[in-house]
């Protein structure tokens, strides 16, 4: 037996930000993702505690939290985040495209936009940024099976050549949605490239 055999997989949980805005991210959080707060505290390192500290915890589904929010006043935006090392970006999974591109609709309409969409091949993606400039990602898989996605990334000559896909308008797969095409044609049709946007991308948007 390999060693990573031995290994107990746990599963992913929960991951936690720091933030100097703590209502503004719950709210978009709560938008984006339907994440409700569990418990939100100004002091929760005791009374005594040597800085000024408050948070949130919050979920959507049945978990005691998914995010945690640590709050403290005194931090500041990093004009150079994308020099630094750090957190790359978080990724939520939707069950089909119809979920996906439905989301994008409401959150469209709240003037919440992704800065970036892509059909990697095995998933189709929308990236958003919360306020604090955190990338998050919103997909849904394009196999509808992680097996099957998962071999398509060790296996297609296609996906090893262009690993980041191809950029599209998530208005024009709107379009073609209400136009009648499948979730499969869609698929196809990003993954062509014959979506894209009418302009330029630049991903360091994301970097």
Known sequence: MSEIQKTIHPTLHHYGL?????????EWYATVLGMRVVFQTSSPL?????????AAWVTNDDANHRIGL???PQLTQDAQKSTHVRLQH???????????????????????KPILSADHGPTTSMYYADPDGNSVEL?????????????????????????MGKYFDPEKMVAVRAA????????????????????????????
């Open 90 to 112: 978080t990724a939520y999974e939707y069950d089909s495209l119809d979920q996906l591109l439905d989301t994008y609709i409401r959150l469209r309409d709240k003037d919440i």
């Open 180 to 207: 009648g095409a499948t979730a499969g044609e869609i698929h196809r049709q990003a993954y062509a490239g014959e979506l894209s946007p009418d302009q330029p991308v630049d991903p360091r948007v994301l970097m």
């Open 139 to 163: 997909f849904a898989d394009n196999f509808g099976d992680w097996e099957e996605s998962g071999n398509f990334m060790r296996l297609s000559a296609e996906f090893a050549a262009m690993p």
């Open 70 to 72: 640590i709050a403290m």
């Open 46 to 54: 005791g009374k005594n505690a040597p800085i000024r500290v408050s």
């Open 18 to 26: 720091t933030t100097a805005n703590l209502q503004t991210m719950v």
